[in-house]
């Protein structure tokens, strides 16, 4: 998958918990939380209370407000730290940290937190958007 940086490897293997925001278990906010806050000392909102489920689509009610707060990058612009928003059921539901583009972590029920690529077939045609937090601008 290229070169990863050291770090990565801390974050693969975690759990999936829903409404998980650690140590025992995350959900795909709650790793990019952790992530932003451990490695460039961002601190995100929680959101763990405004969704029953993975697939409530709350959930895209949530990150579409989130996102209107960062600026939007052109996936060929993208970079460490940056955050993609991904189409499941047709909704934007996931989140995941870009490591090494096109790499990036993320975690989904069923799937402990794993790094993937946004190239492949399967995320490619999902991408909603990558973002970058102001602190990171």
Known sequence: ???LPAWAAEYVGLP???HGRGPD????WGLVRRVLAERWGVDLP???GRYATVTDPRIAETIEAEARAWRRVDPAEARPGDVVVLRVLSLPLHTGVLVAPP???HVMEGVD???DRLDRAHWARRIVGVYRHAALA
């Open 1 to 3: 998958m290229g070169d």
């Open 103 to 105: 790499a990036f972590l």
């Open 25 to 28: 278990g995350y959900d795909c």
């Open 16 to 18: 999936f918990r829903p």
């Open 46 to 48: 929680g959101y763990d």
């Open 113 to 115: 937190s794993v790094i």
